[in-house]
């Protein structure tokens, strides 16, 4: 697994700004998974995070799924995790899975 690291502000906040670029080349069957820090940032009644790690995990026992199941496993475990805590962040996925060329 590799992480990109984005920096700076949102996309969309401002005007005219300047984003850094990656390049990352995905093998067939690879994910590429980019999301909102609603994500990771979510609490449970036990003030816990659901963190990077636990997320990362969630996406290797995953990763065979399609992604839109993938994205939908990942709210359902978010949701569990934060239960009926206040949830103070919005959360945003966006996943592309690369196929084997035909």
Same mark, same amino acid.
């Given at each position: 697994?590799?992480?990109?690291?984005?920096?700076?502000?949102?996309? /969309? +906040?401002?005007?005219? &700004?300047?984003?850094? =670029?990656? %390049?990352?080349?995905?093998?067939?069957?690879?994910? !590429?998974?980019?999301?909102?820090? /609603? +994500?990771?940032?979510? &609490?449970?009644?036990? =003030?816990? %995070?659901?963190g990077a790690d636990r997320l990362a995990d !969630?996406?290797?026992?995953n990763a065979h799924l399609n992604v839109d199941?993938?994205?939908? =496993?990942?709210?359902?475990?978010?949701?569990?995790?934060?239960?009926?805590?206040?949830?103070?962040?919005?959360?945003?996925?966006?996943?592309?899975?690369?196929?084997a060329p035909k």
């Amino acid at each position: 697994m590799t992480t990109l690291k984005g920096h700076g502000i949102a996309l /969309g +906040v401002m005007p005219n &700004i300047t984003l850094q =670029e990656y %390049e990352n080349h995905l093998a067939p069957g690879d994910v !590429l998974l980019m999301y909102t820090d /609603g +994500v990771t940032d979510a &609490i449970n009644a036990d =003030e816990e %995070e659901f963190g990077a790690d636990r997320l990362a995990d !969630l996406v290797a026992a995953n990763a065979h799924l399609n992604v839109d199941a993938l994205v939908e =496993e990942i709210n359902r475990a978010v949701t569990e995790f934060a239960g009926e805590g206040v949830h103070f962040d919005d959360v945003t996925m966006v996943a592309v899975k690369r196929t084997a060329p035909k």
